[in-house]
C-alpha cells in the first residue's frame, strides 16, 4: 500500500528526480541479472572484488551478493541505494551492506582507494555525464580504483539510438537529449570510446560493438558493449 501511495504521488510530482522516482526504481529492480556479467564472472574466483557503478536497483548487486563475491555498488540515488541495501541484506547483514552500498558521484570515488578493485560494471551510467569535463572525471576515477591488468565491463548509449522515434536533439558535440530522463546524455560510438578510453590505459579485451533494443520510450537504443582491461 505505502508502494502504491508512493509510486501515484511521484507520478504527479514530476518535480522527483527521475532516478528517485518509486516507479523508476521498481522498474530497473524488477529487470534480470546482466548476461555479459553472469558470463564473465561464472568461473571467476568468489574472491574477485567486484564494483557495481550505477548499481540502480540492485538486479546485479543482488547476484554478487548472492554468489560470494567481494561486492560493492555505487549510486548518487538515495532511492536506488535503499532498494539494493535491502535486497543485499539477506546476504551479508545490515550493518555490511550499509558498509558496501555506498552514495557517490561517478566522477568522485574518493571513497575507494587507488588500485581497489578486480572489476567494475557500469551499464549505463557513464553517459549520465552533463558534460566531457565529468565524463573524462569519472573513466579516470574508475582507473584510478582499478588494480593493474582490472578489468572494466561497460555499456553506453551510441548517438543512434532514437528512443522516441523523433530522433535525438544534438545540444553540443556528443552531448544529446530526447531520453525520457530529460537531462542530457554524453553518447558515443564504439571506435569514439575505445579513443576516448585509450589515455586511461583502459585497452578493448574483445571488439568493442553495439547492439539495438527496444528502448523504454517505445523507439530504439543502441547500446556500446565494452570489456576493458587496465594496464598492467
Ligand atoms: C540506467 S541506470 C543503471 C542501471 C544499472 N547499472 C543496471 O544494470 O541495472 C543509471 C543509474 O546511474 C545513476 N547515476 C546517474 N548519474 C550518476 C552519477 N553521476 N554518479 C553515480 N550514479 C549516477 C542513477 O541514479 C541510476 O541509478
Not at 536497483?57 to 554468489?67: D, K, Q
Not at 566522477?107 to 578493485?117: I, K, M, Q, Y
Not at 572489476?119 to 552533463?130: N, S, T, W
Amino acid at each position: 500500500m505505502r508502494l502504491l501511495v508512493a509510486l501515484v504521488s511521484s507520478m504527479d510530482n514530476p518535480e522527483i528526480p527521475f532516478w528517485e522516482r518509486p516507479e523508476i526504481v521498481e522498474q530497473f529492480a524488477a529487470r534480470p541479472p546482466d548476461q555479459r556479467m553472469m558470463e564473465l564472472l561464472g568461473d571467476a574466483s568468489r574472491a574477485t572484488r567486484v564494483l557495481d557503478l550505477g548499481c540502480a536497483g540492485g538486479r546485479n548487486t543482488e547476484w554478487l551478493a548472492r554468489e560470494g563475491f567481494d561486492f560493492y555498488a555505487l549510486d548518487d540515488s538515495r532511492a536506488m541505494l535503499e532498494k539494493t541495501r535491502s535486497r543485499v541484506e539477506p546476504y551479508v547483514g545490515k550493518a555490511d551492506a550499509g558498509h558496501r552500498v555506498v552514495e557517490g558521484r561517478m566522477d568522485n570515488l574518493s571513497v575507494f582507494d587507488r588500485d581497489f578493485f578486480d572489476l567494475i560494471i557500469c551499464f549505463g551510467v557513464y553517459h549520465a555525464a552533463q558534460s566531457l569535463e565529468e565524463w573524462h572525471c569519472a573513466i579516470a576515477e574508475s582507473a584510478r580504483i582499478l588494480k593493474p591488468a582490472a578489468q572494466l565491463l561497460m555499456t553506453q548509449f551510441s548517438p543512434r539510438s532514437d528512443p522516441t522515434g523523433q530522433g535525438l536533439q544534438r545540444i553540443e558535440p556528443h552531448l544529446f537529449t530526447g531520453f525520457r530522463d530529460e537531462r542530457r546524455m554524453l553518447l558515443l560510438e564504439p571506435d569514439e570510446l575505445d579513443a576516448w578510453m585509450a589515455p586511461y590505459g583502459f585497452t578493448p579485451v574483445r571488439p568493442t560493438y553495439d547492439t539495438t533494443a527496444p528502448a523504454d520510450e517505445g523507439g530504439t537504443r543502441v547500446v556500446v558493449n565494452a570489456l576493458y582491461q587496465k594496464n598492467g
